[in-house]
């Protein structure tokens, strides 16, 4: 751990029900953010309760804290951990090409899915935040089959497949762990916009057309931006409609 940030906690679990459930648990007694890996998850999840797939070899991990910003400022860390997830992948296989982010949560390598996260917090009355799990997984060695994964939905492809790089997780989590650091401290410092600049220019698909489909409707246009809120925005017949949160399709 000769490169672990300082003031972040770390704990390996050789087999957890879920790293994010882990997070939950341990939150109340949290003196410093921490990092939880599990080495193997019975019961990973994603997005809207999806089950996460997590062979032996893959990266599945927790950040827990319990930040003080308001819930709308607490939600942006997504992007702060999208930026460190780029950032890891390029500390561990020395290169660039092929990466971007793709809002909300995934980094994509080859055009396929190599990393998605999940964001949960838990409030206390008022609407303060208690604390706030950062759960990301990441495909190192393996990738679900397609047939695993929702139609139309982006192609699940692992590092190892796309790059030849053979990473354990304990090593991407002390990179992932000093990248997080590093764009942590510029989020607390300067606020958002970095942030935001910062993950523009590795965003994916820039000035194309997608469809971003919820639980109540799909919205097609052109990606034009992220807004100060974390919104996509996107050009459509109607005008630009800002987007909080959805599935996004090419």
Do not use: C
Request: charged share 20%; hydrophobic share 45%.
């Amino acid at each position: 751990m000769s490169n672990w940030p300082e003031g972040y906690g770390r704990r390996v679990l050789a087999e957890v029900d879920s790293t994010n459930a882990e997070a939950a648990r341990i939150a109340p007694q949290l003196a410093a953010p921490e990092w939880i890996l599990g080495l193997r998850q019975t019961k990973g999840r994603g997005r809207r309760g999806r089950a996460w797939v997590d062979p032996v070899g893959n990266f599945a991990a927790t950040l827990v804290m319990r930040p003080a910003e308001s819930p709308d400022q607490v939600a942006l860390r997504s992007f702060v951990a999208a930026l460190a997830l780029y950032d890891a992948f390029v500390a561990v296989t020395g290169r660039s090409d092929g990466l971007a982010l793709k809002w909300p949560n995934d980094v994509l390598l080859n055009g396929g899915k190599v990393a998605g996260i999940l964001l949960e917090s838990a409030g206390f009355a008022g609407g303060a935040v208690s604390h706030i799990a950062i759960g990301i997984g990441v495909n190192l060695a393996h990738a679900p089959d397609t047939g695993a994964v929702e139609a139309q939905a982006t192609r699940p492809v692992s590092l190892l497949s796309e790059t030849g790089a053979s990473v354990d997780p304990e090593s991407f989590l002390e990179a992932l762990a000093t990248a997080y650091a590093r764009w942590e401290a510029q989020f607390a410092t300067y606020g958002f916009e970095p942030i935001r600049t910062a993950w523009l220019t590795r965003a994916a698909r820039i000035g194309e057309v997608m469809t971003a489909r919820t639980t109540r409707e799909e919205t097609t246009g052109t990606f034009e931006m992220v807004d100060s809120a974390g919104n996509l925005v996107l050009k459509t017949a109607k005008g630009r409609i800002a987007i909080a949160a959805a599935d996004i399709f090419f």
